[in-house]
């Protein structure tokens, strides 16, 4: 299965404080400030902890979708023939949002 180029900042991220809750990459290479939601600070840093862990949860999507796609179609043992798993549905939802993340995907 071949990775697909990403154009994001590579992570890691983290939440950092810049008098903002702000999310910053490794080495310096450049942060995010989160604006204000409707309902305050613990919202606000809930959300940069969720964009902080992007890049990571966009990797481990990008495995599983791999990985579904080698058992889709496969049959189980004892399985009548036409018995056969089908992950359409979250392959579908899985590759969505990684073009949502990274136009590039297909």
Known sequence: NEMIETRFTPGPW??????EVTICAAYGL?????????HGHKERRADA???AAAP??????????GRMA??????????AEN?????SGPLD??????????PKVK
Do not use: S
Request: charged residues 20%.
């Open 14 to 19: 983290f939440v950092c404080r810049h008098g």
């Open 30 to 38: 450049g942060h995010v400030t989160v604006a204000n939601p409707p």
């Open 49 to 51: 902890h969720l964009i």
């Open 56 to 65: 990571d949860l966009y990797a481990a999507l990008e495995q599983a979708v």
């Open 70 to 79: 080698l058992l889709h179609g496969m049959r189980l043992h004892g399985a």
């Open 83 to 87: 018995e056969r798993i089908d992950l």
């Open 93 to 102: 939802d899985a590759r969505a949002a990684l073009a949502k993340a990274n």
